[in-house]
């Protein structure tokens, strides 16, 4: 019933930026903490930023000072604002939110994931 669904993924040139967003929706009562992670075939998942119910960030070393993850609580949006890109930065992009539900109990949810493509 609780969907997360990311979108703005897409081919940028090296240095350039991009914008994902991840809207929640379904039948959802509180959102707590939410993240963006990020996975290349083969490799492991990786977080990339997480931001707290409060506004609390954290971000991953390699993508400090460029990244910036931000939500608007009445949209249960969350959004991952990336500034110089390279070719590292390549790699599907999924955002995870604890959420409870219907049921009252906290779990994660993950969306489907959008490409992000770093090339020249």
């Known amino acids: 019933q609780v969907q997360l669904v990311e979108s703005g993924g897409g081919l940028v040139q090296p240095g350039g930026s991009l914008r994902l967003s991840c809207a929640a929706s379904?039948?959802?009562?509180?959102?707590?903490?939410m993240g963006w992670y990020r996975q290349v075939p083969g490799s492991q998942r990786d977080l990339v930023a997480t931001?707290?119910?409060?506004?609390?960030?954290n971000y991953a070393d390699s993508v400090k000072g460029r990244f910036t993850i931000s939500r608007d609580k009445a949209k249960k949006t969350v959004y991952l604002h990336m500034g110089g890109l390279q070719p590292e930065d390549t790699a599907v992009y999924s955002c995870?939110?604890?959420?409870?539900?219907?049921?009252?109990?906290?779990?994660?949810?993950w969306g489907q994931g959008t490409q992000v493509t770093v090339s020249s």
């Open positions: 995870n939110a604890n959420i409870r539900a219907a049921v009252p109990v906290w779990q994660h949810y």
């Open positions: 379904g039948n959802i009562f509180s959102i707590g903490a």
């Open positions: 931001i707290t119910m409060t506004g609390t960030t």
